[in-house]
């Protein structure tokens, strides 16, 4: 369920609405019919990013590195032959 209210019903309404976005429903406020703000729970607004999460989920096969183009011009020899 989506909730919507008027600015004018919020202090009666405020901590059923807080529970109803904890509970992972969408809570939007209004003012003139338009919505303002959504209430957010902030253990969703946080996600920190953990080192590796993704380890083993990316595959790449050899083609993408062999046939990969590369633009810039070749390197000369560091001894100068």
Do not use: C
Request: proline share 11%.
């Amino acid at each position: 369920m989506i909730y919507q209210i008027k600015q004018s019903e919020l202090p009666k309404k405020l901590w059923n609405l807080i529970d109803a976005a904890l509970r992972g429903e969408p809570v939007f406020i209004e003012r003139d019919d338009k919505a303002l703000v959504q209430l957010i729970p902030l253990k969703q607004m946080f996600h920190p990013r953990k080192a590796g999460s993704a380890k083993g989920m990316v595959k790449m096969t050899s083609a993408f590195v062999l046939t990969a183009p590369t633009n810039r011009p070749p390197r000369p020899h560091p001894e100068g032959g």
